[in-house]
């Protein structure tokens, strides 16, 4: 049974029957030995941090946590966690919110990362989705390396709050929002010793462009004294992942390089010194920082003169009249100091901001939150519709005791006094008010309620806040006036106190324990009041992140607000403002940090009150930071002001979920009724279906069932058995249909296949009767031209027979006149004498006819026998390209090209000889190019090297390839001169 099991091997401890503080420290205890870092508690998870690297965090191990029937079927883990919102958010169609609260170094932000790694993994958003979904995995480790900090609890604590909000469409993820929450800027210039200033300074030693920026060794800057956790090469790597993160989320490498040149500056600033001749004497800047303003000027894109103005002097206005004051040394240190912080803070601001812009690519986070003003595409709004739901990841800065505490440890313990009474509400209070609206008799369970603690923060007008308000906007109020204020007001308050002998100090008693805190500072802190002229400077710089950051507005919760669409005209031309642009001074209240701050905590808490919350509760096991070491005390103190025993008890001896009757009945009446049996939701009906179930242990209210925790997953337990049994039955059904289907199928292409095979052979004998016929016909050509040639043969014989016998006949009539004109001559010699003879001109035989004629026709015969069936200069469907032609001279080509733009080429049929020719313009005559066919080969004989298996791919080839080495190729094809009488209408 759970009450005899052994220690260390229950996974949900709320399961015990015995369960009090010894109990639950020695199984936690024995888990974290055993490496088994994760428990629950009910639902809720506590997670001890092992101080090193486990191997649970793999892919095979999310496979494990995908879409969990019950959280008993697998160890507890984070993974668990998210898979059990992200599924329930899909299923209630309800938002969605994880609280990962805990002591600084607890684990919380390694936490959130898993948690958002996991949801991710379970989105299956596509293609499209993927892009979207990586972006936000890269958020993460970008916000850590510009908002975390080494502090001497936490080697990676955050420094900032940051709540993220993942928008989903049908389970995919189609955009998020970041909300950050006071961002320790005074680490910017100072930190504790053994601690450190904010990572990204370090990691910007590792940046190849230091040189350029003018950053030498760490150690010349003031503002970074300890560097103890960066080698050079753990900079380069780190700095690496930054960019790399920066691209994967979407930032130009333009605003990489501008985001450098701030940090630069901000380091920069370090090295200001100022001089005087007195304490109370104007300061001007020291000779040997002259360097340092050109180059901080020159990095930040403002003027120089002004720059050094508005470092040394501070501007007024009053009624009209500009009242100009030097600072003293200190107070100009003082202002480079918060010019420093305020740098920082806002290009932090921008990095965030333009975050949200990234990752809402298709606008559906419009922002539904009146209480921040939006600014062009806000991400993470809440889904305005079924189909669109929202899941909340919180971390935060967990609580905080050093031997020195300030303004910071105390925004930031009232932020955990906050979480802690969401808790309390939630887990008890909430429980114990729905038990009493729904008449259901339930004892009333004691727990711990800090809501006292918050109320003496929070009241007003006389609440700690309130009376440090008013304090920041009297002028000559100092620290020590306040500590006064705070003592007069609440000296009799169990929560408040005062140390004796610390004129500063008081004590507030917290919900994790007892903190002093030193108000050396408070004041000035929270103001945040930055002079305006410095501002004007930085809103006319000629950079764009610096501009736009200084240009933005701050909201209500103290978030830097840019329009990004505007600054294309307004970068850098923001500079005079002096000439009656600048505001009046006097009586003006700008919202202190304080008041930030509460409007933020305010607007968080309603967003968690929205959801459905999931807790995950992270315990440091010790306070030196260290693998496998335990210290029960620490872990004691850590369970007891968490209320984590109270939780146990109320989760085991309370009534954790319940559902609605309409909801339980649409959900589990399956249990008891048939699937469309038409129920009333009533009393009588959940009944029914519990004892159907077995459960016995639940109460009935007037409008909801009251189940334990475990119950409730019985009953889902139940219903996914059933489901998986109907699944089984409609799979078998579905398979005898389909089969039945099949075998129709089979038979029809039985049929089918007995008729194909028919038509083939039909086709087949018709194919061989056509190939018979086309055999024939083949014959008959052959034998036609065998008889053509014979009968050429035949003539060409008879003309040479004919020619001959001319001669003969020619040369016979010549004699026989030699004979006639010697008889006349004999005659002639006899008195009288006869007149002279004149010869006969001799016959010369006529020139052969038809030789042109008969080459031409046996071109045409053998284009027509060989060169049509392959389909020379034919298209696929029989129509002729464009750049063939039938058999022309080489001057009709020419012709024909000569209007033709470069590269305008044509192919003729040769008449001499059975090929082609190829004809193509160039920039002032026309080529031509012989077309060699040796058997089924085409090549273009003098050019590069190309043979081809048909005219028709010869001539595709060179027009993507160069014809020869001057780099002639074909353009266009040539057509023919008169469409209506084309010039190979022989060949057809």
Not at 783 to 806: G, P, V, Y
Not at 895 to 908: E, F, H, N, Q, S
Request: charged share 25%; net charge neutral.
């Amino acid at each position: 049974t759970m009450a005899q099991a052994k220690v260390g091997e229950v996974a949900d401890l709320a399961t015990l029957s015995n369960l009090d503080r010894a109990i639950l420290l020695d199984h936690l205890k024995t888990r974290y030995h055993d490496s088994n870092i994760y428990t629950y508690v009910g639902d809720i998870l506590v997670a001890v941090n092992p101080f090193k690297t486990l191997p649970i965090y793999q892919q095979k191990e999310q496979d494990v946590y995908i879409n969990l029937k019950s959280k008993n079927v697998a160890p507890p883990h984070i993974f668990a966690v998210a898979d059990r919102a992200y599924h329930n958010m899909l299923t209630d169609r309800k938002d969605q919110c994880c609280i990962i609260s805990g002591e600084s170094g607890a684990g919380k932000t390694e936490s959130a990362k898993f948690v958002i790694a996991h949801i991710i993994r379970l989105c299956h958003s596509g293609e499209k989705g993927a892009v979207l979904e990586n972006k936000i995995l890269q958020v993460n480790p970008l916000l850590e390396a510009f908002g975390n900090a080494a502090t001497l609890m936490n080697d990676n604590s955050s420094r900032f709050g940051k709540y993220t909000e993942l928008l989903f469409d049908k389970g995919s993820v189609v955009g998020a929002k970041i909300s950050d929450y006071l961002l320790e800027k005074s680490r910017v210039v100072y930190q504790q010793p053994g601690e450190q200033n904010f990572h990204i300074f370090y990691y910007l030693f590792g940046c190849p462009r230091v040189a350029d920026y003018g950053l030498g060794s760490q150690a010349d800057f003031s503002y970074i004294n300890d560097l103890r956790l960066f080698t050079p090469q753990l900079c380069a790597d780190e700095y690496g992942h930054v960019t790399k993160a920066l691209h994967d989320v979407g930032f130009t490498q333009e605003e990489i390089v501008m985001l450098e040149q701030v940090l630069a500056s901000v380091l920069h600033l370090s090295g200001i010194a100022f001089e005087a001749a007195g304490e109370h004497d104007p300061a001007s800047v020291s000779a040997a920082s002259e360097p340092v303003l050109d180059r901080i000027s020159s990095l930040l894109g403002i003027d120089r003169d002004s720059f050094l103005d508005a470092l040394s002097h501070s501007v007024t206005i009053t009624r009209g009249e500009a009242i100009k004051r030097s600072y003293t040394q200190a107070q100009a240190k003082d202002s480079k100091d918060a010019l420093a912080k305020e740098l920082y803070r806002r290009m932090f601001g921008w990095i965030v901001s333009s975050i949200n812009t990234i990752l809402d690519p298709d606008g559906v986070g419009a922002s539904q939150q009146s209480a921040q003003p939006s600014h062009g595409r806000l991400v993470g709004a809440r889904a305005t519709t079924k189909t669109k739901t929202m899941l909340g990841i919180l971390d935060i800065f967990g609580f905080e005791h050093f031997e020195f505490n300030s303004f910071e440890q105390m925004c930031i313990n009232l932020a955990n006094e906050h979480l802690q009474r969401f808790f309390n509400k939630h887990i008890f209070e909430m429980e114990l008010q729905e038990y009493k609206r729904e008449g259901v008799d339930a004892s009333v369970i004691a727990y711990a309620d800090n809501q006292i603690t918050l109320d003496m923060f929070l009241d007003k007008p006389i609440g700690l806040l309130a009376l440090l308000d008013e304090e920041s906007h009297f002028p000559r109020a100092t620290d020590e006036s306040l500590v006064d204020k705070f003592t007069q007001h609440f000296k009799d308050h169990e929560k408040f106190g005062r140390p004796q002998g610390e004129s500063l100090d008081f004590l507030i008693v917290h919900f994790a324990g007892t903190v002093q805190y030193n108000t050396f500072g408070f004041l000035e802190k929270n103001r945040d009041s930055l002079a305006p002229d410095v501002t004007n400077v930085f809103q006319a710089s000629t950079v764009p992140v610096v501009a736009e950051s200084f240009l933005a507005q701050v909201s209500s919760t103290g978030q830097i607000v840019p329009t990004r669409a505007r600054w294309g005209g307004n970068v850098g031309k923001r500079g005079d403002k002096k000439k009656g642009g600048m505001m009046n001074t006097t009586n003006k209240r700008a919202i202190t940090v304080s008041g930030q701050f509460r409007n933020s905590l305010v607007l968080l808490v309603q967003k968690m009150e929205a959801c459905i919350p999931h807790f995950v509760r992270c315990i440091k096991p010790n306070t030196h930071k260290g693998s496998d070491a335990f210290e029960d005390e620490f872990v004691t103190a850590q369970l007891n002001y968490t209320g984590m025993l109270e939780t146990t008890r109320i989760r085991k001896e309370g009534y954790s979920a319940r559902p609605r009757f309409e909801e339980f009945i649409e959900r589990y009446k399956i249990i008891a009724f048939a699937p469309d049996a038409k129920i009333e939701a009533g009393d009588l009906s959940c009944r029914r279906v519990l004892d159907a179930a077995g459960i016995t242990d639940f109460l009935i209210g007037r409008t909801k069932v009251f189940l334990k925790y475990y119950d409730a997953e019985a009953l889902d337990t139940k219903v996914r058995d059933y489901l998986e049994q109907a699944c089984h039955l409609q799979k078998v059904a579905r398979g005898f249909l389909t089969r039945k289907h099949v075998i129709r199928l089979l038979e029809a292409k039985r049929h089918t296949d007995a008729m194909r095979e028919t038509l083939m052979m039909e086709i087949n004998n018709n194919a061989d009767n056509v190939s018979l016929k086309l055999s024939l016909l083949s014959l008959q050509d052959t034998r036609q031209a065998e008889l053509l040639k014979e009968q050429l043969a035949a003539e060409a014989k008879k003309k040479k027979e004919e020619e001959a016998a001319a001669l003969v006949k020619a040369e016979e009539e010549r004699k026989k006149q030699l004979e006639e004109e010697r008889r006349r001559q004999e005659e002639a010699a006899k008195p009288p004498p006869l007149p002279a003879r004149t010869e006969a001109p001799v016959p010369v035989p006529a020139p052969s006819q038809g030789t042109e004629s008969l080459k031409r026709k046996a071109s045409v015969k053998w284009w027509k026998t060989e060169e049509r069936r392959q389909g020379a200069g034919q298209k696929s469907e029989g129509v002729f390209h464009k750049w063939f032609h039938g058999i022309i001279s080489r001057h009709d080509a020419e012709r024909l090209l000569a209007d033709k733009p470069i590269g305008a080429y044509l192919v003729r049929v040769s008449e001499t000889r059975f090929g082609y020719s190829l004809s193509y313009r160039v920039k002032t005559r026309c080529k031509h190019y012989i077309i060699d066919k040796s058997g089924a080969r085409y090549s273009l004989v003098g050019a590069n090297e190309h043979v081809a298996s048909s005219l028709n791919d010869l001539i595709r080839f060179y027009r993507k390839n160069p014809i020869n080495p001057e780099g002639d190729q074909l353009t266009v094809s040539c057509g023919q001169a008169n469409p209506s009488s084309v010039d190979y209408k022989e060949l057809l």
